[in-house]
């Protein structure tokens, strides 16, 4: 833990830290709201979890939110689930998302890329304008507050006005990306019956364009709430029959209304991955997403008006939602819409380069494939402007901060963020101020008191345990889409440790207050009392070349025992020989502990993940221990189900 890598990777200047919006915000929030002065950041945070009432307040007013309606006080009731923010307060998300537009209406609010690499952009003005003609247009369709508006639509620029479009008026936004398939994106809107539908007649990802018309067809047919359908013709077809285009909707030029609603109003529908049973539709409101992300995109990431803040993802994401959010901070955001690896796995680099990016996020995964392809971002391109790199979407490997420092800039910023669809946000990660030591979050997140829990509800330092949240965060679920007595809610993360949020993820909080992340704590292996995270495996495993990806797995036996098969995707030409054995169980004993090194090692076809690309260990586990594929895992939510046959055919001739 702290004592295997005592000397930090990177320290930020003196100059970086007295610039640093977090900095100021101290200073000020010392002045007028009672925070410490000194101490630096473990004392700002000590103050931000004890002190919440206050430090949320303070948030509201160094971001100069705009309450319509003033708030009675900052918190009611404070116990979890149901913690009440901001009673009485009534604001709007998409205002504040379109304040910058006042006083640089020329610049551009986004920055467009598709696999051309050319980007194109929206003004801030030309944002404002389609937001409001849009805007009018829902109202005309009769969209009321609380009416959902869903889009089946890639990460474009119409996305984000239909996003602003729908909070505007007091709709609830909800979205998949278009390679989903139309089983998956029932699964999700089904539950929530949107009234209008916002789609394109498909998309282009690899090369290649990919037509959804008939996809679209099907969504029509099985959602029998929707008024209307806009068509957005990125490839360029006919709107279908009944379908109203985009272009008819976003040609006036009208000034946008923003509907004034209260803090815990609906802002949007987000879908946990839905890898057992339909996934869970979670509700976030209009004022916790606004206070929690001024606080995560201007504070932790230190973004504002000068910066370009790029992250690679897809709408199907929570990651998109915050990229959005970007504009809060009167930050330019940049929408890449096309393969991560296209035309080759340095794509994203380009893509940094031509967008003059400041924060470029990305996934562990991806820093990880560059890496094993021998990518070198600084040598072929000018990364100049790149302050930080964020990765996300599972924890990055001691080898990937290497990587980054060696071959972006030793002077570099690595964010290793940690947080959840959930909350739409971080528990842990960036902090402008605090140096980054290998293989570590940097810190836990201003508000949030994260904590590392042994079974009895004790708290751990320098151990592993589960991670909870003891305090409310903004952001919470307001509740979940057709969960009338909240009873689902409370079962996903308050059933452990009554009124205190368990995640599920193995953590350690360190004696000097960083976090290291080591994998989901459903699906963790416990040999002999010893519990491990999957994560730790798979980044000692996936370190030799002939491995391409691995999926580990631990199953209690009904007799007692335990068996811990390494499932390993190989790389082309690579074979599993005796040699190559070896040499797994010699790493892993090596570099982790002859208790890590797994009773099995077996080559599969592929590693099955979710449609946002996580591994999926809970479903193959389930297929393991005997459970029917169909009851394993929803069919809809998996990039392949074919690879999931192999799984379920082992299991039966174990049996």
Not at 478 to 496: A, E, L, Q
Not at 508 to 531: A, C, E, K, Y
Not at 615 to 620: D, F, L, S, Y
Request: contains cysteine.
């Amino acid at each position: 833990m702290s004592t295997v890598n005592p000397q930090p990777l990177w320290q930020p200047d003196p100059e970086r830290i007295a610039q640093a919006q977090i900095t100021r915000f101290q200073a000020w929030a010392a002045e007028h709201h009672g925070a410490p002065a000194q101490g630096g950041y473990a004392a700002l945070h000590r103050w931000s979890v004890e002190e919440l009432d206050t430090f949320w307040k303070a948030v509201t007013e160094w971001f100069d939110v705009r309450f319509s309606t003033p708030y009675a006080r900052v918190l009611g009731d404070r116990t979890m689930p149901g913690a009440q923010w901001f009673p009485g307060a009534t604001l709007n998300y998409a205002e504040h998302a379109l304040r910058a537009a006042a006083g640089r209406a020329d610049e551009p609010a986004l920055l467009c890329v598709d696999e051309t690499h050319e980007p194109r952009a929206v003004t801030w003005s030309e944002l404002r304008r389609q937001v409001g003609s849009l805007a009018a247009e829902l109202r005309t369709l009769g969209v009321r507050p609380g009416d959902r508006v869903s889009g089946y639509l890639p990460n474009i620029p119409e996305a984000v006005v239909a996003l602003l479009a729908t909070a505007a008026v007091g709709g609830v936004w909800t979205s998949c990306a278009p390679d989903f398939g139309a089983r998956s994106v029932l699964d999700r809107f089904q539950q929530v019956e949107p009234v209008v539908l916002f789609t394109v007649d498909g998309y282009r990802y690899g090369g290649k364009e990919h037509d959804r018309r008939e996809t679209v067809a099907e969504l029509r047919r099985e959602l029998p709430t929707l008024r209307a359908v806009v068509h957005i013709p990125l490839l360029g077809t006919e709107a279908p029959e009944g379908a109203v285009e985009w272009a008819t909707l976003t040609g006036a030029d009208v000034d946008p209304e923003f509907e004034q609603v209260p803090f815990d109003h609906p802002l949007w529908v987000l879908y946990s991955s839905g890898t057992t049973g339909l996934p869970k539709p979670i509700v976030q409101s209009q004022g916790g997403i606004l206070v929690e992300h001024l606080k995560q995109l201007g504070l932790h990431c230190d973004l504002g008006p000068e910066d370009r803040f790029f992250w690679y993802t897809s709408t199907g994401w929570m990651m998109w939602n915050f990229l959005v959010s970007g504009l809060l901070t009167g930050t330019t955001i940049v929408l890449y819409d096309g393969s991560p690896g296209h035309p080759d796995t340095g794509a994203q680099w380009g893509i940094a380069e031509r967008t003059r990016a400041t924060l470029y996020g990305t996934s562990a995964a991806y820093v990880m494939a560059c890496r094993k392809a021998g990518v070198h971002p600084a040598r072929d391109h000018d990364l100049s402007a790149v302050r930080c790199v964020a990765t996300t979407g599972s924890p990055l490997p001691p080898d990937g901060f290497r990587w980054l420092h060696d071959e972006v800039r030793d002077d570099l910023w690595i964010a290793s963020v940690s947080g959840g669809t959930d909350v739409c946000s971080c528990f842990a990660g960036a902090v402008p101020t605090l140096p980054v030591h290998i293989g570590e979050l940097q810190a836990p997140g201003l508000g949030t008191d994260l904590q590392s829990w042994d079974p009895s509800g004790e708290p751990l330092t320098d151990e592993v345990g589960e991670l909870v949240v003891t305090n409310p965060m903004p952001s919470m679920p307001i509740y979940f889409w057709n969960d009338p007595d909240g009873s689902r809610y409370h079962d996903s993360y308050f059933d452990t440790y009554p009124g205190v949020w368990r995640h599920g993820d193995w953590i350690t909080v360190t004696s000097r207050g960083s976090v290291v992340i080591h994998g989901r704590s459903d699906s963790t292996l416990n040999r002999q009392g010893v519990r491990m995270g999957s994560a730790d495996i798979y980044e000692a495993v996936e370190r030799l070349p002939e491995i391409k990806e691995s999926l580990v797995i631990g199953i209690e036996q009904p007799d007692g025992g335990y068996w811990m098969p390494l499932f390993v995707h190989l790389a082309p030409g690579a074979v599993l020989d005796d040699a190559l054995l070896n040499r797994v169980k010699q790493t892993i004993r090596e570099q982790l502990s002859p208790r890590h090194v797994p009773d099995e090692i077996i080559a599969v076809p592929g590693i099955p993940h979710t449609l946002t690309g996580k591994r999926i260990e809970v479903p193959v586990k389930r297929l393991l221990q005997g459970t029917p594929l169909e009851k394993a895992v929803n069919p809809g939510s998996i990039d392949n189900l074919d690879l999931l046959h192999f799984y379920e055919d082992l299991a039966r001739k174990r049996a």
